[in-house]
Each structure stands twice: as structure tokens, then as C-alpha cells.
């Protein structure tokens, strides 16, 4: 088998009538790129990349993809993922592997390996060597511009579809507004129900040791991105500080990177982000050094390439999700676990 095609088409979102928001950004529109590896017996592999905000930056990378490293995938064997993408990574040297070229690069890894799942008749995390075809999941529901009226409702719907964990956006403009959402949060859901916060990279040092000593009397499960994520000794003096655990990684491009954190001790959780981290290839070896520290490692993001990665981490902690919506909505919930995709590749 070898890749005769890649098609490549982008799409832009209009923008949101009532966008969602955290500490850092508005999520006001963005778009998504998709990706297609057609091989010479008509399998096609499939893989998308999506933006919460910048209209131009799904055609931005479309162009990046069609251009710089779709010529560079013609007549190759799809099997040789690992090849292929060192190769890419070198194609992309000059201008900086980092950025919208490492999304370029974890599109394209992701669509080979849908390629091979298909062509093996087998999901991804099968052929990965699996720990699990279950995880506990949380979801992502308590958007900063939520009243605490619309913050309750949303975190109980979680709780009463099956999810085990909510999580919410801290980083309001004073800790006493903060405070009042956890509390109203925490005594909605119970104290069973796991309580994540994320502060979106906005505090200082200073002021997350403040928050944060705040935060753990509600029983926070974790505080995730309280300081900027490439401080590395801010994020070491925290985990020695504080007694609330902390997570992060959304915004940490690969493995190097984690490996840093990781070496350091300083962080409780390590949340590689599909786009950032580098795709498939690069988070099963994040998840590897994440098993050889002893640390929980959580997706940033859902979907099934998300879901089947955590299928194949030793030290795998949860899924992130939203709240599923109609008949055909995944990943299915049961008993607080979301289940395995169960199609070839990285199909539901």
C-alpha cells in the first residue's frame, strides 16, 4: 500500500452569538482544517484540526499542509509513521517545528495511523498494545461567563449524564469571585464528584499560591495552568507550595518539553493537547516518560484519537469530554467511564 493523495479542505466558523470564555481568551469562532491520506487501494485516512478562535488560522494551516507537507507524503508507505514524520520534522526545521507547523504534523500523523487502523481492520489502540478499554471521564462545562445560575445547571447535567468530574474556569478578577463559583459548584455536585479548576495561564506566581492555598479548602481536585506554561521554575515552586495538585501540558509542545516538567517534579498531571503535542506518534511517548515518573496522565480535549491514546497509557488518570448530545453522541458514558472507540482506526 502506498499514499496516492492528500486532500485538504478548511472551513471557517461563524462567529459565536454567545461565546464561551475563560481567564485568558474568548472562544469566539476559529474554524477546522481536515486532512485526507488516500492510498492506492481507496483507503482513506482521516484526521481535523480545530480552532476555538482566529478566523484565518484554519486556512493558514490548510495552506501549510497542502503545500509544505502533503508533497512530502506521495508514494510513501503509510506504515513507516515513525519515518515519515522525522522526515517532516526536518521539512520544517528552517521556519521552526513548533506551532501551526507541529498542528500541520499531528494532522498528518493522526490520518496516517486512521489509515493503518483501517487497513488492519483493527482501532488504533489495539495495535498500540492496550491497558484498558474503559476511563474515568470529566467534563468541561464551567465556562468563565457562566452566572453561578447557568454554572450549577451545567456542572449538575454533568454529573447527571454519568460523568464523575466537572471542571471550571477559575481566574476571575478576585479570589472572593472565584471562591463563590467553587463554593456554588462544589455544593451542587457533592463531595463525590472530582473538581477540577483551570486558570488558563493568567496568575502569577504569587497570586496562585494565593488562590491556590484558597482553593484546596473546597477539596479542588487539581488547579491546571495557574502561571504561563513555560515556566518551568514557577510551575517547581508551586508543586512544592501547594497542597492542591497541579496539572498542565495543553500548551507544551513535545516530548522535550514534558520531559523537562517531568525530570523537574513539577507538576501532579501531565495534559498533553493532540494539536500541540505533536499527534499519536509523539503523545505515546510523552505518555511513556509519564510512566516512568509515576505521573497521572489526563487528555486535554476529547474525541476518539484522544480516548485512544489514553487506552494505551500506563499511567492514563482521566478523559476530558463535553456533555454528549443525542442518540449518536460519543463516547458513551457508563458508570462514569467513557468506552473505547470500537471501529477501525480511530472511528466510534
Known amino acids: 500500500m502506498r499514499i496516492k493523495r492528500v486532500d485538504v479542505r478548511f472551513s471557517v466558523r461563524p462567529a459565536a452569538k454567545e461565546p464561551i470564555r475563560d481567564a485568558l481568551q474568548t472562544l469566539s469562532g476559529g474554524g477546522s482544517v481536515e486532512v485526507e491520506i488516500i492510498a492506492d487501494d481507496g483507503l482513506v485516512g482521516r484526521a481535523?484540526?480545530?480552532?476555538?478562535?482566529?478566523?484565518?488560522?484554519?486556512?493558514?494551516?490548510?495552506?501549510?499542509?497542502?503545500?509544505?507537507?502533503?508533497?512530502?507524503?506521495?508514494?510513501?508507505?503509510?506504515?513507516?509513521?515513525?519515518?515519515?514524520?522525522?522526515?517532516?520534522?526536518?521539512?520544517?526545521?528552517?521556519?521552526g517545528t513548533f506551532g501551526l507547523a507541529t498542528f500541520g504534523l499531528s494532522a498528518v500523523d493522526v490520518a496516517l495511523w486512521d489509515l493503518v487502523g483501517k487497513s488492519c481492520g483493527v482501532p488504533c489502540y489495539k495495535l498500540w498494545g492496550a491497558y484498558r478499554d474503559r476511563l474515568p471521564a470529566y467534563a468541561m462545562v464551567g465556562w468563565l461567563n457562566y452566572d453561578l445560575d447557568a454554572l450549577r445547571r451545567k456542572c449538575a447535567e454533568a454529573v447527571s449524564v454519568g460523568f464523575t468530574g466537572v471542571?471550571?474556569?477559575?481566574?476571575?478578577?478576585?479570589?472572593?469571585?472565584?471562591?463563590?463559583?467553587?463554593?456554588?459548584?462544589?455544593?451542587?455536585?457533592?463531595?463525590?464528584?472530582?473538581?477540577?479548576?483551570?486558570?488558563?495561564?493568567?496568575w502569577t506566581v504569587a497570586e496562585a499560591l494565593r488562590r491556590g492555598r484558597a482553593l484546596a479548602e473546597w477539596n479542588v481536585y487539581w488547579l491546571e495552568e495557574p502561571i504561563p506554561a513555560q515556566d518551568l521554575d514557577g510551575y517547581v515552586e508551586l508543586a512544592s507550595r501547594l497542597t492542591v495538585p497541579l496539572a498542565t501540558g495543553e500548551n507544551l509542545y513535545g516530548r522535550e518539553s514534558f520531559a523537562k516538567f517531568l525530570s523537574r517534579r513539577a507538576c501532579h498531571f501531565i495534559q498533553p493537547d493532540l494539536r500541540r503535542a505533536g499527534g499519536p506518534t509523539e503523545i505515546r511517548a510523552i505518555g511513556a516518560l509519564a510512566s516512568g515518573f509515576g505521573v497521572p496522565y489526563a487528555s486535554h480535549g476529547g474525541g476518539p484519537e484522544a480516548l485512544s491514546l489514553l487506552m494505551c497509557a500506563p499511567t492514563a488518570a482521566w478523559l476530558e469530554s463535553g456533555i454528549p448530545s443525542g442518540p449518536n453522541a460519543r463516547p458513551l458514558i457508563e458508570h462514569g467511564h467513557a468506552l473505547a472507540p470500537t471501529s477501525p482506526g480511530f472511528g466510534w
Open 167 to 202: 471542571k471550571m474556569k477559575v481566574g476571575a478578577p478576585t479570589l472572593e469571585e472565584d471562591l463563590k463559583r467553587v463554593e456554588a459548584v462544589r455544593k451542587e455536585v457533592g463531595p463525590g464528584v472530582a473538581l477540577m479548576t483551570d486558570a488558563n495561564q493568567v
Open 48 to 95: 481535523s484540526s480545530s480552532f476555538g478562535r482566529i478566523d484565518g488560522a484554519p486556512k493558514t494551516l490548510a495552506t501549510l499542509i497542502e503545500t509544505e507537507l502533503a508533497p512530502k507524503l506521495i508514494g510513501r508507505d503509510p506504515f513507516f509513521v515513525g519515518q515519515i514524520l522525522e522526515d517532516l520534522k526536518r521539512e520544517t526545521e528552517y521556519h
